[in-house]
């Protein structure tokens, strides 16, 4: 079901924890809500819910203004960091949960529910295991039955909120791939929250980059990471590298001098923004220029330090050694970015 966030705004008395937010969620959509904390990710997803309601603005699930309607009118299936599964109830009766306490009129019969469930388990993988308890199950084998309880009854739309938070990483990271396969399968709209840029670009159609309670750019994981629209984005998601920069009629310098670089930046004291290995040296020409102040290995790729600028009023920057080439502590780097954004 489509969903449509339309001018959103949430004060918890006199803080606006989300301004003017809008957002359209197409059906069958896996939509990651990526920011740092604080930035207004649960609000947004707990107001899709109705566990909250908007300051102004609306929200519609279809064509229906669902603003003021209550979770239970909304039919939206959960699953927290910590979803608390019911320890005394058995994997079956966890995800049967849902149905058995609906009202006799919209209730399943018996045979009906035994098969959903079954269905359901088998889904996320747990044939087998119905008859355990939580206390018998592995973490990540818990937010699966969390997922299977909230699919149970069949909602119109899945809110996950960092669902494998509380996780290890390799667990995490196998329950990702699932999660995706999972979604591929079943092609519900899942809103779900992360605060992990890695998770939020291996797993969703559209990411959500969020700050300070504003959307700061809505796109495929190609468009946050390669063409990123703001300074925040840049620096919040991938490895990134900043320098300031002067930008006169297109041209770009750097301390007085010209880098050769062009932009079509408006004139003025930016920030030139650009991934660590997005870099080439230069023997000649203009360049930044800068002395190596520490080196730092990584698995196939070595970091550099450079004091940019050198000598005094230097800026400090992090860009990464192309293999072969020699270099130490106090080697003289000349590099310019190829690809590169000011702003
Ligand atoms: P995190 O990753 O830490 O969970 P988040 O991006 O999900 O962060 P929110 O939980 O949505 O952020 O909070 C956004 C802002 O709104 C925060 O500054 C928070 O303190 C504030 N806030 C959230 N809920 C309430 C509340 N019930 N009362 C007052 N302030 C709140």
Known sequence: MDIRIDKIRKEF?????????????????????????????????????????????RILFGEEDASWKSVQERNVGFVFQHYALFKHMTVFDNVAFGLRVRGSENRPPKAEIRRRVEELIDMVQLSGMESRYPGQLSGGQRQRVALARAMAIEPRVLLLDEPFGALDAKVRKD????????????????????????EALELADRVVVMSQGKIEQVGSADDIYD???????????????????????GDVSFKGAPTGLRTSTPN????????????????????????????????????????????????????????????????????????????
Do not use: C
Not at 236 to 243: H, R, W
Not at 282 to 300: H, K, N, T, V, Y
């Open 13 to 57: 008395g006199d803080f606006p924890a989300l301004h003017d937010v809008s957002l359209n969620i197409r059906s069958g959509e896996l939509i990651a809500l990526l920011g740092p904390s604080g930035s207004g990710k649960t609000t947004l997803l707990r107001l899709v819910a109705g566990l909250e309601f908007p300051s102004q603005g």
């Open 175 to 198: 329950l990702r791939k699932w999660l995706r396969e999972f979604h591929d399968r079943t092609g519900h709209t899942t809103l779900f929250v992360t605060h992990d840029q890695e």
């Open 227 to 249: 063409r990123p629209q703001s300074a925040f984005v840049f620096s919040f998601v991938g490895d990134s590298a900043k320098l300031p920069v002067t930008v006169a009629n």
């Open 268 to 343: 003025g004291e930016k920030h030139i923004f650009f991934r660590p290995r997005d870099i080439v040296l230069q023997d000649d020409g203009p360049a930044f220029e800068g002395r190596i102040l520490s080196m730092r290995r990584l698995a196939g790729a070595r970091i550099a330090e450079i004091d940019a600028g050198l000598g005094e009023g230097a800026e400090r920057v992090e860009i990464e050694l192309p293999l072969g080439v020699p270099a130490e502590q106090g080697s003289l780097i000349r590099f310019l970015p190829h690809r590169y954004a000011i702003f």
